[in-house]
């Protein structure tokens, strides 16, 4: 028996250590990242005709320091009542991605799983396949969980952005990132093809994503997005990418009440017809963005611009403005009214090498305005009973520095300065005490 236990616990180990040999030999395909990250980079190396095993992942520690105690936050989550400083790890990734190749040395088969581990648990990122075209290499077919194809700063791995953490915009439209669906990506492999630098995507998602544990209606998100991919504009070597996104979406009213926004009113219209049982309440984005690379010559780095806006119709509920993950239910029990909201929001970043690529200094604006139709002191006035601190504009300027010690780890100083909109309404007569400073390390392999 000792001797059976043994061979497994040996067979096991012998696995694991091909496994690993595999993994730092393979160089593997991009993901739905900017082939000019790094992680782009090492995916896209093909040079072995077999299968393909790699093994990636990163780790962010770090301390923050808010200028308040208990803070509500989008930076890294809201602070505990009593707390205006933590430790945490706020990601620990480990990503396993396996392709199969063709006599051609092109992929046909892509999969891949990713975790997330941190001291609040493990939870799954990714977990998806991806089929391609063999006969035009054009195409590709993606189904599972995985994140959704809209604007730039969503698809931007948390590994490869310079922020600590996606603007406000992008982390309540997008929560999480991910969803359940499937997805049909035009992009030809190919540098002669007379399209290689457009992209599209156009996807059919359940519309909560991660925030909730199943799908709760019929109705699904569509999901499409067009691009350019970064492409020298002129001899200086300026690479210019853009794109536009659009979410086609909703979900379903299981009560009869539904508050809008009508133009010119400063307050919500409440609908309580019968007939507004099982509709459909819309969710629906428009999108835009631009990224502008300016090389400043030979080991010296360069400069980066980039920009995204986004509006359109977002129905949540009475309090904020995230996509419900379960069918929202009131303090007894009951469903819970729908409020649909007309919003809009944007972020414009400066990036900067500071005479080396080793050091970086980042400048970032984000707004967001989850309802476009009142302002300041409209919110909470006599007049207007049914707007919350869900309807507050919060407007955040962000600046730091990342230091690149070598492929495996970076530092990251940042300072989010947030404003809040001054309002009529408890909680928010004036600006709150929500800046945040965070210190990271971020470690990869």
Not at 127 to 139: E, H, I, P, Q, Y
Not at 180 to 195: C, D, I, Q, V
């Amino acid at each position: 028996m000792k001797a059976l236990r043994f061979s497994v616990r040996t067979g096991f180990l012998a696995l694991f250590l091909s496994l690993v040999a595999i993994s730092v030999k393979a160089q593997f395909l991009m993901d739905m990242i900017d082939t000019t990250t790094d992680l782009g980079k090492g995916m896209i190396s093909i040079y072995k005709r077999y299968d393909h095993l790699r093994i990636s992942g990163y780790m962010q520690p770090q301390f923050q320091y808010a200028s308040g105690k208990g803070p509500e936050s989008y930076a890294g989550g809201d602070f505990n009542k009593q707390v205006d400083n933590r430790f945490m790890l706020r990601r620990g990734r480990v990503r396993f991605d396996y392709a199969h190749y063709n006599k051609r040395d092109l992929p046909t088969v892509q999969f891949v799983f990713q975790f997330d581990g941190t001291e609040r648990g493990v939870n799954i990122r990714d977990f998806w396949g991806r089929l391609f075209d063999g006969k035009w290499d054009v195409m590709a077919l993606t189904m599972g969980m995985f994140a959704r194809p809209f604007g730039y700063e969503v698809n931007l791995s948390s590994g490869d952005r310079e922020a600590p953490e996606r603007g406000r915009m992008s982390q309540i439209l997008m929560k999480s990132e991910r969803d359940m669906g499937g997805m049909l990506t035009f992009e030809p492999r190919s540098k002669t093809h007379p399209l290689h630098y457009l992209k599209v995507d156009v996807g059919l998602f359940n519309g909560q994503g991660l925030s909730g544990p199943s799908d709760f209606d019929s109705h699904k998100d569509i999901i499409a997005r067009v691009a350019m991919k970064p492409k020298p504009i002129n001899a200086q070597g300026w690479l210019l990418s853009v794109g536009g996104s659009i979410l086609y979406g909703g979900m379903e009213q299981f009560t009869n009440k539904i508050y809008t926004m009508e133009s010119g009113k400063t307050d919500f219209n409440v609908d309580s017809s019968a007939t507004n049982v099982g509709v459909i309440a819309p969710r629906q984005y428009y999108g835009a963005d631009a990224q502008l690379v300016i090389p400043n010559g030979k080991e010296r780095g360069a400069t980066q611009f980039r920009a995204e806006y986004i509006r359109g119709t977002q129905t949540s509920t009475r309090l904020d403005t995230e996509t419900p993950g379960i069918i929202p239910v009131d303090r007894a029990g009951a469903f819970a009214p729908l409020y649909i909201r007309p919003f809009d929001g944007a972020y414009f970043s400066f990036l900067q090498h500071l005479g080396h690529p080793q050091h970086q200094l980042v400048l970032k604006y984000d707004w967001y305005d989850p309802n476009r139709a009142v302002k300041g002191r409209q919110i909470g006035n006599a007049a207007a009973k049914n707007l919350t601190g869900g309807d507050v504009r919060f407007d955040t300027f962000g600046f730091g520095y990342v230091f690149y010690y070598n492929e495996n780890m970076k530092l990251v100083l940042w300072y989010d300065r947030v404003w809040n909109e001054s309002t009529l309404l408890e909680g928010f007569e004036e600006d709150i005490a929500d800046n945040v400073f965070t210190a990271r390390i971020q470690y990869r392999f």
